[in-house]
């Protein structure tokens, strides 16, 4: 089955600067992959998603690009405010399967 | 994006007791409903896939007569945990799916159980 590794597990930045999260994945057929912030005490929240037959994909501050050849994909956030701190997670997903998660990053901004 | 309601958020039940957790998506028709724990400080850990209308898929390692799941209709699914025990409190979360294949997941707000 698919396997998703996260890097790195925690990750502190300053207010204003950029956070970069990286994933791979192990299954050549996975076609969809979504990042979710998690927040403390509630579920994950989709924040942006990639499809396979795209590179690169940007929603304001936040973007991801995707390596196919390489079967990694990461998120980009931008301008970070103490707001973007949470716990986010990659996944990955194949046909009709549930997603697979990666093992999460925290992210603290500090402001 | 579409919404999901998971309910109830915290619960504390007693040892030997059963617990039901419902998960529904208001404004679309979930195909596909997931169920998910999660343990402190780690990531989501499918239990099981269900479909409306037909018998949900348990993951590797779970007890389907621990973990009951109903996909009446194809706004609501639900998990009863039976007999609950201490160890199985934890984050339980349900996940949403219009279609089928590769489609946005849209999570609900989670459940603590709490069994005492």
């Known amino acids: 089955g698919e396997n998703v590794e996260q890097h790195p597990s925690t990750l502190s930045v300053q207010e204003g600067d950029s956070a970069v999260i990286k994933c791979t994945y192990s299954?050549?057929?996975?076609?969809?992959f979504p990042w979710y912030k998690q927040e403390l005490g509630k579920g994950p929240q989709l924040i942006i998603d990639?499809?396979?037959?795209?590179g690169e994909k940007k929603d304001q501050r936040i973007a991801v690009t995707l390596n196919k050849t390489a079967k990694h994909f990461s998120l980009h956030i931008t301008e970070t405010q103490p707001e973007d701190s949470a716990v986010y997670f990659c996944?990955?997903?194949?046909?009709?399967?549930?997603?697979?998660f990666g093992s999460g990053t925290r992210l603290q901004v500090q402001p | 994006g579409a919404v999901v309601s998971q309910h109830p958020s915290r619960v504390i039940c007693k040892s030997g007791t059963s617990v039901k957790i419902e998960c529904r998506s208001l404004?679309?028709?979930?195909?596909?409903m997931f169920w998910y724990r999660q343990f402190p400080k780690q990531s989501l850990m499918l239990m099981a896939t269900?479909?409306?209308?037909?018998?949900?898929?348990?993951e590797q390692g779970v007890e389907k007569d621990k973990f009951l799941i109903n996909h009446a209709s194809l706004t609501l699914s639900t998990l009863t945990v039976t007999s609950a025990h201490p160890e199985d409190s934890s984050f339980y979360i349900c996940?949403?799916?219009?279609?089928?294949?590769?489609?946005?997941?849209?999570f609900g707000q989670g459940t603590r159980l709490t069994v005492v």
């Open positions: 996940s949403a799916s219009q279609y089928i294949m590769n489609t946005e997941a849209f």
């Open positions: 299954d050549s057929a996975s076609n969809y």
């Open positions: 990639i499809r396979s037959n795209v």
């Open positions: 996944a990955a997903i194949t046909g009709r399967r549930a997603l697979t």
């Open positions: 404004d679309f028709q979930a195909t596909t």
């Open positions: 269900s479909n409306e209308g037909s018998k949900a898929t348990y």
